[in-house]
């Protein structure tokens, strides 16, 4: 059975860092994607970052110079280095990783950026 287990959110003030990290166990398959979305109060879910097994990153603009992703394929394990942080970047995380049948999920990890 696949899962994701997240780790690395918490309170920060505003200009503060994070860093989150996604373990996924149980697949014997490198997952091509992985990445992070996150969702605020109210709001709908949104991609944060992305990266393939290549190396190819995408960023939604909002996190573009702050945030930074990266992997290690041999652990099935990714990491969002989180900088200059903002009171909007304040949202539950979810990371997840696709394979050729499906998508999993991790639990989600509250980040607070306030003062």
Request: with cysteine; hydrophobic share 30%.
């Amino acid at each position: 059975q696949v899962q994701f287990v997240e780790s690395g959110g918490g309170l920060v003030q505003p200009g503060g860092s994070l860093r989150l990290s996604c373990a996924a166990s149980g697949s014997r398959s490198i997952f091509y994607v992985m990445g992070w979305y996150r969702q605020a109060l109210g709001k709908q879910r949104e991609l944060v970052a992305s990266m393939g097994t290549g190396g190819m990153t995408n960023y939604r603009d909002s996190v573009k110079g702050r945030f930074t992703i990266s992997r290690d394929n041999a652990k099935n394990t990714a990491y969002l280095q989180m900088n200059s942080l903002k009171p909007e970047d304040t949202a539950v995380y979810y990371c997840y990783g696709d394979l050729v049948s499906r998508t999993y999920w991790g639990q989600g990890t509250q980040v607070t950026v306030s003062s």
